[in-house]
């Protein structure tokens, strides 16, 4: 059975920095690529940054700069540490597991940026 896990979540003021952990259990981590997405209220959820399976990162426009995608595959861990937090950062981030046709979420988690 496939768990992914996040942590980290919370409320955070502006300019502010969270730390987003997803542990996973259930596939062989190494070969899959991790990701983080977002939904905001009545938007689509959009992809924030993903790490390959062997280390390639991506982010979008929106976050470089900010936000740093990390892998640790000893402990099965993808983290996301987010600084210099916006209002338009908040949003249900989810932790996802990729492998061809296989696509694996997590619950989400809940960040709020907001004085």
């Known amino acids: 059975q496939v768990q992914l896990v996040e942590s980290g979540g919370g409320l955070v003021q502006p300019g502010g920095s969270l730390r987003l952990s997803c542990a996973a259990s259930?596939?062989?981590?190494?070969?899959?690529?991790m990701a983080w997405y977002r939904q905001a209220p009545g938007k689509q959820r959009e992809l924030v940054a993903h790490?390959?399976?062997?280390?390639?990162?991506n982010y979008a426009d929106s976050v470089k700069g900010r936000f740093t995608i990390s892998r640790d595959n000893a402990m099965n861990t993808v983290s996301l540490q987010m600084n210099s937090l916006k209002s338009e950062d908040t949003a249900v981030y989810y932790c996802s597991a990729q492998r061809f046709k296989a696509n694996y979420w997590g619950q989400g988690t809940q960040v709020t940026v907001s004085s």
């Open positions: 259930g596939i062989i981590f190494n070969d899959y690529t």
């Open positions: 790490v390959s399976s062997t280390g390639r990162v």
